[in-house]
């Protein structure tokens, strides 16, 4: 101990003690984290389920058991050879039994319970359940950090323009942004899975940012109002930089807090609302879904309770997750919260 305490003692340049700034950047990353996970426990507890998450989405192809869309099928326990050699022979039989009595042929293992062959189950198409939750992270996460990007980027665009030049410019734009708003999203994404027949996976996260950006815009905007007028920015103005510049290189980077904290609160909002789409039968069905998954076993609830409530589950944890760790993220960005349940400065 009194070996390390030296070292952290020696002194760095100019005779000024050593602190983390002066230390490799891979050690101080550890540190950061380390506080992070140690003064935001919950918001590591966010961080380690997304970890698991995005885990699960990269390497979905090696960590699945089978293909999430394989059909598993079993012999048919109601085949009854006998009464079939006879129905060859007396074409009344078949008016008198069910085909199940007189075929041989396999039948889906439709809702099967945990085993282990199938760990959670299988679905009503007799697929592997646990299969088609790793490929759905995919499919969640796709929708989720692509439509947060698209908000958040065309957000940042409207806001900083809307609110650095303000006037007329400001009065138009935020005019648009109210009239986007006022229209409840749901109808909207309803209305839009109208139009569009045949609604993929990329066009519904396109819709999805398009529809984030007033609320991404108008948390850019509030942000740039209490920058713009302070002395560095005048400052540049004074010296005859231009619009684009005194955005870019001394109002953007003075932003990035409440920016980075929109982005990742919103992915799990995000991932909600496709899962909603796809209960609701308006997301892409060739792609495995959690919102499908749990609007199946919602129809079969009654005798399979367990494929809705696990499909759930993943959900709910991962949405959680995304929450748990954008309320931390907004705490060790926000100076006037860092000293509320943890440590200033990170």
Not at 140 to 151: K, R, T
Request: aromatic share 10%; glycine share 10%.
């Amino acid at each position: 101990m009194a070996q390390e305490q030296a070292v952290m003692e020696r002194p760095g340049t100019f005779g000024v003690p050593r602190s983390l700034s002066d230390r490799p950047v891979l050690v101080r990353a550890m540190v950061h984290t380390g506080r992070f996970f140690r003064y935001k426990p919950l918001g590591g507890f966010g961080v380690i389920i997304i970890g698991l998450c995005v885990f699960a989405a990269i390497f979905a192809d090696v960590i699945d058991r089978y293909d999430p869309e394989e059909i598993f099928k079993a012999p048919n326990p109601a085949y009854d050879p006998e009464l079939a050699e006879k129905a060859l022979t007396d074409p009344t039989i078949r008016l008198q039994y069910p085909p199940e009595k007189l075929e041989k042929n396999d039948l889906p293992i439709r809702f099967g319970g945990p085993s282990s062959a199938h760990w959670l189950g299988t679905d009503g198409l007799g697929r592997d359940l646990y299969s088609r939750i790793i490929h759905g992270s995919r499919t969640a996460l796709y929708v989720g950090l692509g439509a947060a990007l698209i908000a958040t980027v065309s957000g940042v665009i409207v806001g900083l323009a809307s609110a650095y030049f303000g006037g007329f410019v400001d009065f138009f734009v935020q005019r648009i942004v109210d009239t986007l708003q006022a229209f409840p999203p749901l109808v909207l994404l309803l209305l839009f899975g109208q139009v569009v027949a045949n609604p993929t996976l990329t066009v519904n996260t396109i819709a999805l940012g398009i529809l984030g950006t007033a609320s991404s815009s108008r948390v850019v905007r509030s942000a740039v109002l209490a920058v713009r007028e302070e002395v560095y920015v005048l400052a540049a103005r004074t010296l005859g930089a231009s619009d684009l510049r005194i955005m870019m290189r001394h109002i953007f980077p003075n932003i990035t807090a409440p920016i980075i904290v929109t982005f990742t609160s919103s992915i799990g909002i995000y991932i909600l609302v496709e899962a909603t789409l796809a209960f609701l039968g308006l997301g892409d069905p060739t792609v495995p879904s959690w919102g499908k998954m749990i609007e199946e076993g919602r129809r079969n609830g009654p005798s399979n309770p367990w494929m809705a409530f696990i499909v759930g589950m993943a959900l709910t944890f991962v949405v959680l997750g995304f929450n748990l760790a954008g309320d931390a993220l907004r705490d060790v960005l926000d100076p006037r919260l860092r000293g509320r349940g943890g440590r200033a400065g990170f």
